[in-house]
């Protein structure tokens, strides 16, 4: 059944059209679902009870139903599974920080690029989400810890690879991104790819993908290293992406974040540093590193770098200039730390509704 949460707002127009309706409809069904984000149709109480029940008997309002959700003592961010219709089930974390709330969106359930370091591959893909999907991760969680807990930011470093899910994705960015939908700013919307450098070229050539932040996987400093951790650098290799990335056309304010998950002893020598700022060399400003200490999940083969190691690979890049800071996961004790997040199978009996209250500080 059709799901409103997956149209855009041109979309979300001609469909009300075609449904005999004016146009203003879209725009009451806009102030519903994406700013007071409701949670049912009885709850639209300005639409006709006519028109209230087609939409009930046509169309479903909800696509995630909340399994469980876990809080960290250490910093408060939340972690929540969702369950989706077909059973498999998805992560989202949102993270409270000084000034503003981060949400963490998955865009996949697994992911196929299978690099060595990351839980949420371990097995393969298993499918896309739905545009609806991601939407009703955001509006989802709005409504429980509360509308005034705003989220002014969202990362697509969830489970999956946003860029292998291109056109699912870019219209959840549109209506992330709609003044008349969800209305954030893009410079506070970050896609995370792990490097596939034809849908990078194919984002930025395209004017109907809002020009939003683009976060890159590097991970390593050389093309072996890069090559063992993330398979995909055989094909996408680090020569032709950091050539890829060095000719985008980035605006001012929207400077390129790489990633680089430290792992010991593999890819965290100072060695590794200097290779990575001559990698940069007199891009400086067009890049920031966000360096990530490995998070170690069970059975995985890597170890996380002392403090000591991790603060030291960060000064080398400070001596170059280069703009970089570390990210200590969110969420440790609760596993919803970056690479953490994996599907679970759950079955319908076991799905439990819970209350915005029971969220609450
Ligand atoms: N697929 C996208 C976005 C999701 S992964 C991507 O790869 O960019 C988001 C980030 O988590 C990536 O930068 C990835 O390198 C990092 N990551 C994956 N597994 C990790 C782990 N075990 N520890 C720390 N970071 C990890
Ligand atoms: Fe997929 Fe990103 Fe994990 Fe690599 S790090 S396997 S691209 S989710």
């Known amino acids: 059944m059709l799901c409103l949460k997956g149209f ?15 146009k ?3 725009k009451q069904l806009s102030k519903w679902i994406y700013s007071k984000k409701v949670g049912s149709y009885e709850e639209m109480t300005d639409l006709s009870k006519d028109i209230r029940n087609f939409l ?24 929540f599974l969702w369950r989706l219709e077909d059973g498999h089930t998805i992560e989202t974390v949102f ?8 949400l963490c969106v998955s865009t996949q359930v697994g992911c196929a690029v299978g690099c060595t370091f990351c839980f949420t591959t371990k097995d393969g893909l298993i499918r896309n989400l739905t545009t609806a999907e991601i939407i009703d991760q955001y509006i989802q969680t709005q409504r429980l810890v509360g509308l005034d807990r705003r989220i002014s930011n969202v990362v697509f470093m969830g489970m999956g690879e946003p860029l292998a899910n291109y056109d699912n994705v870019k219209k959840a960015v549109q209506i992330m991104t709609d003044d008349r939908m969800l209305g954030l700013s893009n410079r506070k919307v970050t896609i995370s790819s792990s490097g596939i450098i034809h849908q990078i070229k194919k984002m ?16 390593a400093s050389d093309q072996k290293t890069r090559t063992q951790l993330m398979p995909i650098s055989e ?12 000719s985008l056309p980035v605006k001012t304010g929207y400077r390129i974040m790489l990633e680089y998950v430290l792992i010991k002893d593999v890819n965290d020598r100072p060695e590794d540093a200097h290779r990575l700022a001559r990698l940069i060399g007199k891009n400086k400003k067009r890049y920031k590193v966000n360096l990530i200490p490995f998070n170690p999940y069970p059975g995985s083969p890597y170890e996380r770098p002392d403090e000591e190691r991790v ?51």
Not at 8 to 22: C, F, I
Not at 95 to 102: D, L, S, V, Y
Not at 315 to 340: P, T
């Open 204 to 219: 930025y050539e395209d004017s109907s993908f809002p020009q939003v932040r683009l976060a890159v996987s590097l991970n």
């Open 235 to 246: 094909t996408n290799t680090l020569e032709d992406l950091m050539e890829t990335l060095n």
């Open 311 to 361: 603060n030291r690979f960060h000064q080398i890049l400070w001596q170059y200039n280069i703009g970089a800071f570390v990210r200590w996961s969110k969420g440790k004790d609760i596993s919803a730390a970056c690479g953490q997040l994996r599907k679970k199978e759950i079955p319908e009996e076991k799905v439990s509704f819970l209350t915005a209250e029971s969220l609450k500080r």
């Open 56 to 79: 009930k008997e046509n169309t479903k309002l909800n696509v995630l139903k909340l399994v469980t959700y876990e809080k960290s003592k250490e910093d408060g961010s939340i972690k």
């Open 8 to 22: 855009n707002y041109g979309e979300l127009e001609r469909w009300v059209r075609q449904q005999g309706w004016k």
């Open 95 to 102: 993270i409270p920080e000084k000034g503003h709330n981060t």
């Open 24 to 26: 203003f409809r879209a």
